[in-house]
Nanobody, 120 residues
Framework: QLQASGGGLVQAGGSLRLSCEAS????????MGWFRQAPEKDREFVAA????????YYADSVKGRFTISRDNAKNTFYLQMNSLKPEDTAIYYC???????????????WGQGTLVTVSS
C-alpha cells in the first residue's frame, strides 16, 4: 500500500514536497513513480526512481524543477517541487511497479492522490 501526503496551495514560483510511504510487500517493487492528472486531462508521468539503484527519470516538463528521491530505510520516496507553475496544478499520485517501466498501466500499486494547486 502507498500513502501520499504533502499537497497544498502554493503561489507560482513556490515549492512543495510530496511524500509517499510504502507498506506491505515492498521487497517486490522495482520502480516508484509520481504521476499527475489535471482536470479534463489524461494522467501523465512526472518522475520515477529505481528503488534499488536510485536511477531517476523525469518528464521534460519538470526537468530542472522537480527532484525525486527515496529513503529506503523509511520505505518512503519524495517529490521535491520547486519553481512551481500554474500548469503544475493537478492531483499527484504516487505509484509502484514490479518492473522497470514509466508507463502508468504497468504500475500496480497506487496511492490515493494529493492535490497540488499553484496560483498565479
Amino acid at each position: 500500500q502507498l500513502q501520499a501526503s504533502g499537497g497544498g496551495l502554493v503561489q507560482a514560483g513556490g515549492s512543495l514536497r510530496l511524500s509517499c510511504e510504502a507498506s506491505g510487500r515492498t521487497f517486490s517493487l522495482l520502480r516508484m513513480g509520481w504521476f499527475r492528472q489535471a482536470p479534463e486531462k489524461d494522467r501523465e508521468f512526472v518522475a520515477a526512481i529505481d528503488w534499488i539503484r536510485g536511477t531517476t527519470y523525469y518528464a521534460d516538463s519538470v526537468k530542472g524543477r522537480f527532484t525525486i528521491s527515496r529513503d529506503n530505510a523509511k520505505n518512503t520516496f519524495y517529490l521535491q517541487m520547486n519553481s512551481l507553475k500554474p500548469e503544475d496544478t493537478a492531483i499527484y499520485y504516487c505509484a509502484a511497479a514490479p518492473r522497470y517501466t514509466l508507463v502508468a498501466p504497468e504500475y500496480d500499486n497506487w496511492g490515493q492522490g494529493t492535490l497540488v494547486t499553484v496560483s498565479s
